[in-house]
């Protein structure tokens, strides 16, 4: 006779400190919902961040009373501890955990942990900051998540949209994999996990969400940024030194550049050199004639044809007069990244050391034109020369 297979096991984490007020009606509408309607198995494990009022004595009381639920307390505080602590020693298939004051719709929790189940993904995040996402929260808090996002976005090169929504989940093999490398043990315990995930190649879900701003929220919001601030700090050093090596699936070891990048990247990185000393070398000699904002004009409107061309022909391989004129119009959007850079740079530069040196704005000129380069590439890969978009052109 067959043995009946496992019932898929998912761990709820629900990180608590001097949360007595909500946590016995939390926890008891949490294990409600999942017995009435999740379809898997579910364990709700209480873990008390060394709290000092009742909270540990409510969460026992929780753990007797209801089927499933359970606590582990812990004497030193901080969330990204806690869920250290019991995401390491979990046996369940998936691990996630939620905010107390359940803050997120519940109805989104199934399709949080579904892909995990089904191994299409990795890790899962409940986002704030899609279109499909009905959020009611104050402008103050609003602005400095978007803010803290952008920033992720920008200067960490993050692709997932919204590291602090407090509902989160990941197949226990991977999380287990990474946790030795994530360093910070509370508030940016999350960024950090998702940043070291997206580093190795791991596939992050993301699920829009219904969420409600607790008014009583007690998180310390400028200490909480500048730790996260200087926990970016030290994921970027890591990053850079090669640091925090993990293993991670077959498939993603197996993972290679997009088709054509390998070709691609070098011939990019040639004619933007070549590019760049051209404009340098034409800023330098009108720079003589005229002011630097409109000799770093000049310049830049020429290297930027000269680009487009040059990188239509080599880097992507478009031939023929076919869709020349729309490709130096498209590419035109570039050079308006790099103008607003460069100019802004420059401009900069001038209320900050009035008189400096045609060197000093020389260098001021080649930094900015060094992030518009990236910009370039990004938009010449996926919009100007996007395949799907140049059908029509000679090959």
Same mark, same amino acid.
């Given at each position: 006779?067959?043995?009946?297979?496992?019932?898929?096991?998912?761990?709820?984490?629900?990180?608590?400190?001097?949360?007595?007020?909500?946590?016995?009606?939390?926890?008891?509408?949490?294990?409600?919902?999942?017995?009435?309607?999740?379809?898997?198995?579910?364990?709700?494990?209480?873990?008390?961040?060394?709290?000092?009022?009742?909270?540990?004595?409510?969460?026992?009381?929780?753990?007797?009373?209801?089927?499933?639920?359970?606590?582990?307390?812990?004497?030193?505080?901080?969330?990204?501890?806690?869920?250290?602590?019991?995401?390491?020693?979990?046996?369940?298939?998936?691990?996630?955990?939620?905010?107390?004051?359940?803050?997120?719709?519940?109805?989104?929790?199934?399709?949080?942990?579904?892909?995990?189940?089904?191994?299409?993904?990795?890790?899962?995040?409940?986002?704030?900051?899609?279109?499909?996402?009905?959020?009611?929260?104050?402008?103050?808090?609003?602005?400095?998540?978007?803010?803290?996002?952008?920033?992720?976005?920008?200067?960490?090169?993050?692709?997932?949209?919204?590291?602090?929504?407090?509902?989160?989940?990941?197949?226990?093999?991977?999380?287990?994999?990474?946790?030795?490398?994530?360093?910070?043990?509370?508030?940016?315990?999350?960024?950090?996990?998702?940043?070291?995930?997206?580093?190795?190649?791991?596939?992050?879900?993301?699920?829009?969400?219904?969420?409600?701003?607790?008014?009583?929220?007690?998180?310390?919001?400028?200490?909480?940024?500048?730790?996260?601030?200087?926990?970016?700090?030290?994921?970027?050093?890591?990053?850079?030194?090669?640091?925090?090596?993990?293993?991670?699936?077959?498939?993603?070891?197996?993972?290679?550049?997009?088709?054509?990048?390998?070709?691609?990247?070098?011939?990019?990185?040639?004619?933007?050199?070549?590019?760049?000393?051209?404009?340098? $070398?034409?800023?330098? %000699? !009108?720079?003589?004639? @005229? &002011?630097?904002?409109? *000799?770093?004009?000049? +310049?830049?409107? /020429?290297? #930027?044809?000269?680009?487009?061309?040059?990188?239509?022909?080599?880097?992507?391989?478009?031939?023929?007069?076919?869709?020349?004129?729309?490709?130096?119009?498209?590419?035109?959007?570039?050079?308006?990244?790099?103008?607003?850079?460069?100019? $802004?740079?420059?401009? %900069? !530069?001038?209320?900050? @050391? &009035?008189?400096?040196? *045609?060197?000093?704005? +020389?260098?001021? /000129?080649? #930094?900015?034109?060094?992030?518009?380069?990236?910009?370039?590439?990004?938009?010449?890969?996926?919009?100007?020369?996007?395949?799907?978009?140049?059908?029509?052109?000679?090959?």
């Amino acid at each position: 006779m067959t043995a009946p297979a496992r019932t898929r096991l998912v761990e709820i984490v629900v990180p608590v400190y001097n949360e007595q007020r909500v946590l016995a009606e939390s926890v008891r509408r949490l294990h409600a919902y999942l017995t009435a309607t999740f379809p898997y198995g579910f364990r709700i494990t209480i873990a008390d961040n060394a709290s000092t009022d009742a909270t540990w004595r409510v969460a026992t009381g929780l753990g007797r009373e209801l089927s499933h639920v359970h606590a582990v307390h812990l004497d030193v505080k901080g969330r990204g501890r806690a869920l250290r602590r019991v995401w390491s020693a979990s046996d369940a298939d998936v691990v996630a955990y939620m905010d107390v004051d359940l803050s997120t719709d519940l109805d989104a929790f199934l399709p949080l942990v579904a892909p995990l189940l089904s191994g299409h993904s990795d890790l899962a995040i409940g986002t704030r900051l899609s279109r499909g996402s009905n959020v009611v929260r104050g402008p103050k808090r609003e602005f400095i998540s978007r803010t803290y996002n952008l920033l992720l976005r920008s200067a960490m090169g993050a692709r997932f949209s919204d590291a602090q929504c407090g509902f989160k989940a990941a197949r226990t093999e991977i999380v287990q994999a990474l946790l030795p490398a994530v360093e910070d043990e509370e508030w940016f315990f999350d960024t950090e996990l998702l940043l070291l995930a997206e580093r190795h190649g791991l596939r992050i879900h993301e699920v829009p969400v219904d969420w409600v701003d607790d008014p009583d929220s007690r998180v310390d919001i400028v200490r909480t940024a500048k730790d996260d601030l200087r926990g970016m700090a030290r994921v970027a050093r890591k990053t850079l030194s090669g640091a925090a090596r993990i293993p991670v699936p077959p498939r993603v070891q197996r993972a290679q550049l997009p088709s054509g990048m390998a070709r691609q990247l070098p011939s990019f990185a040639v004619i933007g050199v070549l590019c760049t000393l051209a404009h340098l $070398g034409l800023f330098v %000699l !009108l720079r003589s004639v @005229m &002011p630097a904002v409109a *000799a770093n004009a000049v +310049a830049l409107l /020429v290297t #930027a044809v000269a680009n487009t061309a040059a990188n239509r022909r080599f880097t992507f391989g478009v031939t023929g007069r076919t869709g020349a004129l729309r490709h130096q119009l498209e590419g035109g959007m570039a050079f308006l990244v790099g103008l607003l850079l460069s100019t $802004g740079g420059l401009t %900069l !530069l001038g209320y900050l @050391m &009035p008189g400096a040196s *045609a060197t000093v704005q +020389a260098a001021a /000129v080649i #930094a900015a034109n060094a992030l518009a380069t990236l910009v370039r590439f990004l938009l010449m890969r996926t919009w100007v020369f996007n395949p799907r978009r140049a059908k029509g052109a000679g090959r």
